[in-house]
T-cell receptor, first 111, second 111 residues
Framework: NAGVTQTPKFRVLKTGQSMTLLCAQD?????MYWYRQDPGMGLRLIHY???????AKGEVPDGYNVSRLKKQNFLLGLESAAPSQTSVYFC??????????FGPGTRLTVT | GQNIDQPTEMTATEGAIVQINCTYQ??????LFWYQQHAGEAPTFLSY????GLEEKGRFSSFLSRSKGYSYLLLKELQMKDSASYLC????????????FGTGTQLKVEL
């Protein structure tokens, strides 16, 4: 039982490049989330999903897209990376009423 | 808008008791979580309050007053390993089990 896993753990991109972050959970949770964490800003919600095939915008969705084709996976895409997207990205999952379980994070640097 | 306030930093002595406060003003409220986050790691669940009062869990307790928009996390018998950031998060109404996080309180435990 791995919980929530994220790949990759680290990535360096040049401005304008694209990439996809993968989140997987094995707890059969309906809800999944993508956050970014920046110094002094706390965790901010980018996008979330309440079930397979659904997605919704969070607090800071601009510049990101997501997909939830399978219940256990939630993908976060950056189509054209910008230095402002340098951050630590966390994925989380939860049941409808429970606490959120977080993955180990992805450290992304955009130069 | 959503506003969650926590002190930025606190310092305490090993073996002592420390109280970390959190005040919130949000457009909806379905409960409050406390998470612990060690440097470079993912947040991990500590406690959940939905009703007014005190929830005790070993060395950790959390209190909620919904009428005052106030919560605190109480850590007893402090250990060096308790040095971490403590995150207060409010579950918003509107579905999706969405969390809004405070910026976190960095606790340093000294000998």
């Amino acid at each position: 039982n791995a919980g929530v896993t994220q790949t990759p753990k680290f990535r360096v991109l040049k401005t304008g490049q694209s990439m996809t972050l993968l989140c997987a959970q094995d707890m059969n949770h309906e809800y999944m989330y993508w956050y970014r964490q920046d110094p002094g800003m706390g965790l901010r919600l980018i996008h979330y999903s309440v079930g397979e095939g659904t997605t919704a915008k969070g607090e800071v969705p601009d510049g990101y897209n997501v997909s939830r084709l399978k219940k256990q996976n939630f993908l976060l895409g950056l189509e054209s990376a910008a230095p402002s997207q340098t951050s630590v990205y966390f994925c989380a999952s939860s049941s409808s009423l429970g606490e959120q379980y977080f993955g180990p994070g992805t450290r992304l640097t955009v130069t | 808008g959503q506003n969650i306030d926590q002190p930025t930093e606190m310092t305490a002595t090993e073996g002592a008791i420390v109280q970390i406060n959190c005040t919130y003003q949000t457009s909806g409220f379905n409960g409050l979580f406390w998470y612990q986050q060690h440097a470079g790691e993912a947040p991990t669940f500590l406690s959940y309050n939905v009703l007014d009062g005190l929830e005790e869990k070993g060395r950790f307790s959390s209190f909620l007053s919904r009428s005052k928009g106030y919560s605190y996390l109480l850590l007893k018998e402090l250990q060096m390993k308790d040095s971490a950031s403590y995150l207060c998060a409010v579950i918003l109404t509107g579905g999706g089990n969405k969390l809004t996080f405070g910026t976190g309180t960095q606790l340093k435990v000294e000998l």
